[in-house]
């Protein structure tokens, strides 16, 4: 029997997403029914198979993210699945398999997306595992690889190494022969990922990394810092950085303020910069999704770059996957699939 919510196409009207009515913990994400979004021009709706979690789904949860002027209300920033519709020239896309960057929405049986921010998925690439790339592998290309200019043969300190970024940056650094430092919060997790192939890995609680670094380097510190901590870590982070230096900060979970000694700056002339992804233009998003097609999706064609994969929860269970993702033991990607 047809359903009778259903629009031309065999697209139902009407959809199960992931709300936030009131913000708070885990449990502040509420299955709700919400109207199918309608793809604008040159952009693509898409049928979602399954939606990665990342920390800021985390803080627009608890009320500190709110989502940016146009984006949609509902958690999410990266799908994958089927294109099952277009707006404009985006419309020779529909039938592709696909994994997409989005403003927000992922936490939904479908989603839209600009078609400059998606990429195709090989017929063989798991979509779960196709879920968990766009927003880490975007964030650390443009931040690893653009802003602090990484090249073959450079080490780089990269705190979180367990985390969805930590992972992805080990990942990209072991394709392009980028020795990797990373820091984690135990000694069982440094041994994951050193497993998942760190080159080195340091137990923050126990061990003061900035001494670390200067060992394992000879003294000569790393080429860059991939810091998502900030606060009191930004000044150690300048200390492990050799000369010409540069240090990335991409969050501040640690705290938003720092204290540097700027002599030390000027003397070895070392860069400080950052960025932040998803207020970014749909415009540079494009130009970041077009280069990585170039230079890394080989990678995935071939079925060398996959991502760290956690756990995985079904879409009615976004509460079960925060509270996994809140509770810190998860390595690699969470992921919702509907």
Known sequence: MADKNAIPGE??????????????????????????????PDEVL?????????????????????????????????VSGVIVAAGGSAELLVGQRVCALLAGGGYAEY?????????????????????ALPETLFTVWSNLF???????????????????????AIALCRL????????????GKCEQARTWGADHAINYRTQDFVEEVKRITGGQGVQAVLDMV??????????????????????????????????AVMTRRLTLTGSTLRPRSVAFKSLVADELMRVVWTFVEQGRLRPAMDMRFPLA??????????????????VLTV
């Open 11 to 40: 697209i139902p009207r009407e959809m199960t997403a992931i709300g936030i009515p009131v913000p708070g913990g885990p449990e502040a994400l509420v299955p709700e029914r919400r109207p199918v979004p309608v793809p604008g």
């Open 317 to 334: 269970d976004a509460a079960k996957a925060h509270a996994r993702m809140d509770a810190g033991d998860h390595f690699g990607k969470i």
């Open 46 to 78: 898409i049928k979602v198979a399954a939606a990665g979690i990342n920390r800021p789904d985390v803080m627009q949860r608890e009320g500190r993210y709110p989502p940016p002027p146009g984006a949609s209300d509902i958690p999410g920033l990266e």
């Open 146 to 168: 653009e802003r602090a200019y990484v090249v073959e043969g450079d080490t780089v300190l990269v705190h979180g190494g367990t985390s969805g970024i930590g992972t992805m």
């Open 230 to 263: 900030g606060g009191d870590y930004v000044a150690r982070n300048l200390q492990c950085l050799a000369e010409d230096g540069r240090h990335v900060s991409i969050a501040v979970m640690g705290g938003p303020k720092a204290t540097v000694f700027l002599p």
């Open 176 to 187: 392009f022969d980028i020795t990797t430092i990373v820091t984690c919060g135990s000694d």
């Open 111 to 131: 989603a839209v997306a600009p078609a400059g921010q998606c990429l195709p998925v090989p017929d063989d690439y798991d979509l779960a595992e196709a879920a």
